[in-house]
């Protein structure tokens, strides 16, 4: 039996469709360095850190630059970011995820977040969940960006609970491999296509009942000990 003291949740695609705003900034970046990338690729850069995302779009492309006009091209896809978050309502908190927020609180079920994001607190701030998340690991407080499990053994450990007894609730394939890799309860927001590799994957929080999940995930952890 799961003994589960804590969630903790990725930001951007599971919280927030910040997705999307960071898809349109990069892929305006990418455009005008002449590099087109699709949704397909995309999905590698979800979980991964400006700087990285900015590395592998250049890979794509074919392109070399050095590091300072790496930095004036993170800047620049930044600020067009932060246009989209400037113009962020609570109404964009994505369905159901309020409801399981405060269900979790009513269990006692303490709360983290964990993100590569540099800018989770402005977002949470604006949207007005800042005061829900107990913990707040993102992009920076920590070295290691996912796949590695950092921000998510270093949420447990400020959460204080031992990484077995806690879910992670993530949209992107690194998000679920660094879960695993932590030793976590790995759950998948999105679509299986992507997510597989996750203990479990529902497609958003709309009517999802955190009881009901706790018994599927015991089942599933049952049928993967035997
Ligand atoms: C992650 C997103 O949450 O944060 C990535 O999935 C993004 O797409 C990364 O690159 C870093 O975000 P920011 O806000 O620091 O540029
Ligand atoms: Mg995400």
Known sequence: MLNIKA??????G??????????????????????DFTERENEKLKGVSRIKSLELILKWGGVEIDKNRKKELTDRK??????????????EILPGVIPFLKSLQERGIKVGLGSA????VPILR????????GSIMDGTKV???????????????????LPAQCIVFE?????????????????????????????????DFKNMEFDV??????????????
């Open 14 to 35: 599971v919280i927030v469709d910040t997705a999307k705003y960071h898809f349109v900034a990069w892929r305006r970046l990418a455009n005008e360095l002449g590099i």
């Open 126 to 133: 604006q949207i007005g969940l800042l005061e829900h998340f």
């Open 7 to 12: 969630c903790i949740f990725d930001l951007d």
């Open 171 to 203: 949209d992107a394939e690194k998000g679920i491999t660094a879960a695993l890799d932590g030793g976590m309860i790995a759950v998948g927001v999105g679509s299986e296509s992507v997510l597989g590799h996750a203990h479990f994957v529902i497609p």
């Open 213 to 226: 999940l706790l018994e599927i995930l015991n089942e599933k952890m049952l049928s993967i000990r035997n």
């Open 143 to 161: 070295v290691n960006g996912k796949p590695h499990p950092e921000v998510f053994l270093k949420g447990c450990s400020e959460l204080n609970v």
């Open 117 to 120: 994001s540099k800018n989770a």
């Open 78 to 91: 930044n600020a067009w970011y932060l246009e989209h978050i400037a113009k962020m309502t609570p109404n």
